[in-house]
C-alpha cells in the first residue's frame, strides 16, 4: 500500500477517477474501463472502475469538504480520508479477512483506493430485502473483540497507545456524532427531522430532564473515554455481507479512541431498529445476532485479555469483568441514543423509512422512540444481551 500527497485538492469526476486508477498503474494504460459514482452515502463519492476484460474492479473514495447529506453549508475537512485508510490498515493487522484491502491513499486528494466488494451487498439493505446473514454478528463480533483489545491500554505501552490517540484524533467527525446523537434529538433542534405525527413522542423527549441528563452523561462517555480505536459509525450501512460466510466492515472514518461499548452500541441498535421493521414471527434471527455479537466480542476480547493483556490487576478476580461490565453498560445507553436519533434526528434508516403502511412507519417509530428511551434510562441495570431483547419485547406488549 502507497501513502502519498499529490499537489493540490480537485474533486473527482467519473472520468478523472478512472485515470487515476491508470496513472496509479493499477490498470495497464490500454485497458477500456467504465466508471461509475455509486456513493449513497452522507459525505463521500464512490467511485467504482472496472475492467471488463480482465473482470477486474476497484473502489476510489474521495473525501469532498462538506457533508454531502447536508450539502456545502456543512463544511468538513478532509482528514477524515487519512482517519480511514489508518484505521483500515491498522484494522487489518489483527482482522485482515473482515476488511477490505486498501490499494493505495492520497492525503492531499483526500483518495483512498479500496478492494472492489461488489459481490457483497450493503448488509441494511439484504436485511431489507429478507435475508438474516447467519454469520454476520459472529464476524462483527470476532472484528470488535480483537480490534478493541489490540488498540486498548490494556495490550498498548502508554506511549504507543498516546501517539495513536493522536494520530486518530478526529475532531470533525466526533463533532458530527456529538451533535447529532448525543445533542440534537434531546432539543427541539433544527437538525431534527421527523413526521408531524411523532411531534407529541418528540417533546416529550424535550421534556424529559431526567433522559436528558442520562444522554448528556453518554456523551460525556464519547467524548472523555479514550479505551480504544472505535469504529465509529457501526452501523449496518458500514457492513458488507453476504449469505455464505463474508463480512467486510467497511467505512472507519469516524475512527477515533473513545469507549469500548460504542460500536457494539450502535450495531445492537441497528439490528432493532431493523427488528421493528419486521414482523414478530421474522424477529428471531435479529435477536440471536444481538446476543451473539455480545457474547462473540466478550469470548474474544477475554481470550486476547488472557495471552496478552499489560494489565498489572490482569489475573485480579473482577478485573476483566469490570471491563466487560462497563463496556455492555455503554453499549446499552449509546445504543438507546441511536435508536431515537435515526427516529427523530439527521439520517434516517431505510429499515424504518420504507415500513408501510404510513400508519404503522408511525407506530414502530413511537415503539423505537421508547425502546430507545428505556435503554438509556435502564442501562445501569442491564446485565446481558437477553435484558436487552426482554426490554425491547416488554415495549411491543406495553
Ligand atoms: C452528516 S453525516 C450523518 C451521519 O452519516 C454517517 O453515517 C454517520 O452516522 C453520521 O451521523
Ligand atoms: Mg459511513
Not at 50 to 77: C, F, R
Not at 102 to 107: C, L
Not at 111 to 116: A, G, S
Not at 129 to 135: F, W
Request: one cysteine or more.
Amino acid at each position: 500500500m502507497t501513502v502519498t500527497k499529490t499537489a493540490a485538492y480537485e474533486t473527482l469526476t467519473e472520468s478523472s477517477a478512472a485515470a487515476l486508477a491508470v496513472r496509479l498503474g493499477l490498470f495497464p494504460s490500454k485497458s477500456t474501463l467504465t466508471c461509475r459514482e455509486i456513493g449513497d452515502g452522507n459525505l463521500n463519492f464512490v467511485f467504482r472502475v472496472y475492467d471488463k476484460e480482465q473482470q477486474k474492479g476497484l473502489i476510489i473514495k474521495q473525501a469532498v469538504p462538506y457533508a454531502k447529506v447536508v450539502g456545502e453549508s456543512w463544511p468538513l475537512t478532509l482528514d477524515r480520508a487519512r482517519i480511514e485508510s489508518s484505521a483500515l490498515i491498522r484494522q487489518a493487522e489483527h482482522v485482515p479477512h473482515l476488511v477490505p484491502n486498501v490499494y493505495y491513499s492520497d492525503t492531499e486528494l483526500a483518495v483512498t483506493v479500496l478492494e472492489d466488494l461488489s459481490h457483497l451487498e450493503i448488509a441494511r439493505k439484504g436485511l431489507i430485502d429478507g435475508k438474516d446473514y447467519p454469520h454476520l454478528s459472529e464476524d462483527i463480533g470476532e472484528f470488535l473483540g480483537k480490534t478493541h483489545f489490540y488498540s486498548s491500554e490494556y495490550a498498548l505501552d502508554p506511549t504507543v497507545k498516546g501517539r495513536l490517540v493522536k494520530q486518530f484524533t478526529n475532531p470533525d467527525l466526533c463533532d458530527i456524532t456529538e451533535s447529532l446523537v448525543f445533542t440534537d434529538p434531546f432539543f427541539d433542534h433544527e437538525t431534527n427531522d421527523f413526521e408531524e405525527e411523532l411531534r407529541d413522542e418528540a417533546e416529550d423527549l424535550w421534556r424529559n430532564e431526567a433522559l436528558k441528563i442520562e444522554a448528556a452523561k453518554l456523551k460525556q462517555r464519547f467524548l472523555s473515554a479514550e479505551e480504544t480505536l472505535i469504529h465509529g459509525d457501526l452501523h449496518t450501512g458500514s457492513i458488507f455481507a453476504s449469505e455464505e460466510a463474508e463480512t467486510k466492515i467497511i467505512d472507519p472514518e469516524f475512527a477515533f479512541f473513545g469507549p469500548i461499548g460504542f460500536d457494539i452500541g450502535q450495531f445492537i441498535a441497528n439490528l432493532l431498529l431493523h427488528a421493528l421493521s419486521r414482523e414478530e414471527n421474522r424477529r428471531a434471527p435479529l435477536y440471536r445476532h444481538v446476543e451473539t455479537v455480545w457474547h462473540t466480542f466478550s469470548r474474544t476480547f477475554s481470550e486476547a485479555w488472557e495471552n496478552d493483556a499489560l494489565d498489572a490487576c490482569k489475573n485480579e478476580k473482577g478485573r476483566l469483568e469490570s471491563v466487560l461490565k462497563q463496556a455492555f453498560e455503554d453499549a446499552a445507553g449509546f445504543a438507546g441514543c441511536e435508536m431515537i436519533r435515526r427516529t427523530i434526528g439527521l439520517a434516517h434508516v431505510a429499515d424504518l423509512e420504507t415500513i408501510v403502511p404510513f400508519s404503522r412507519r408511525i407506530s414502530q417509530k413511537k415503539l423505537a422512540l421508547k425502546i430507545g428511551a428505556a435503554f438509556i434510562e435502564k442501562r445501569s441495570g442491564f446485565r446481558t444481551p437477553k435484558d436487552l431483547i426482554e426490554a425491547f419485547r416488554n415495549a411491543l406488549k406495553e
